[in-house]
């Protein structure tokens, strides 16, 4: 149980890093780097094959620090990054880039720890489907906190779960996060899926995730095999 509370508190405050490297700069563009790190011990994940493959910019790999770089990323642009590494679940990113340069970590789950939270949530996990990992934040820097009481669904309606995550686990009960601001759906199939967060008070905003169709909704590419990362930041409106 103990190391899966490090997986569940690592994996929902996770995020996306990105940054300079693979293409010839025409200084039109964005810097998107960043480093790859274990979700449970925080450490570097060196050798971590990274791809922005929406658009296609190529791949690059993390150095022995675990940082990768990109470079040249148009501006105010929607980037589905791909992280893979042997040992950890393979991990796809959202994330839409603004005017500035990005730098922030990405928290790659290990298989084994990936098994455990179906496991601890009552699911056989297949390996032709998707999983999402989703959570809720008051803000986008490290000072920010998790969000309670926010309802999360998937249209349409597929997969199991919603699993929402408490400090051991999953609470079979809860209809919305807790204390932990997170949780899982487990076997959604591949595709493009709209990812719902709804609170009585709160407006949600997207952080790690692609503007959906309408207030509070992300749109998400789910891959074969994959685990998706998402998050949008809920503050009083």
């Not at 084994?112 to 989703?134: P, Y």
Request: a negative charge; one cysteine or more; hydrophobic letters at 35%.
């Amino acid at each position: 149980m103990s190391s899966f509370r490090g997986f569940v508190l690592a994996l929902l405050c996770g995020a996306v890093a990105y940054g300079c490297g693979i293409r010839p700069r025409s200084f039109n563009g964005v810097t998107v780097s960043g480093s790859v790190k274990d979700a449970l011990y925080r450490t570097p994940v060196p050798n971590t094959e990274v791809c922005i493959i929406e658009p296609d910019l190529g791949c690059t790999h993390t150095n022995p620090l675990g940082e990768f770089d990109f470079i040249d990323v148009p501006p105010r642009s929607r980037l589905l990054v791909r992280f893979l590494r042997g040992g950890y679940y393979p991990n796809v990113a959202h994330y839409s880039v603004g005017d500035g340069d990005e730098f922030l970590t990405y928290l790659l789950t290990s298989e084994q720890l990936s098994d455990l939270a179906a496991e601890l949530a009552h699911v056989r996990r297949d390996d032709a489907m998707s999983i999402i990992v989703f959570s809720a934040r008051t803000g986008r820097g490290p000072d920010a906190e998790n969000v309670e009481d926010v309802a999360v669904s998937l249209e349409p309606a597929q997969g199991d779960g919603p699993f929402y995550a408490v400090q051991n686990g999953f609470d079979d009960s809860r209809t919305a996060t807790t204390s932990v601001g997170g949780g899982v759906i487990f076997n959604v199939p591949p595709g493009t899926a709209t990812v719902r967060y709804t609170h009585a008070d709160r407006r949600c905003a997207p952080y790690y995730g692609w503007e959906g169709p309408d207030a509070g909704t992300l749109t998400v590419r789910l891959l074969e095999g994959y685990s998706t990362y998402i998050s949008q930041v809920c503050t009083p409106p």
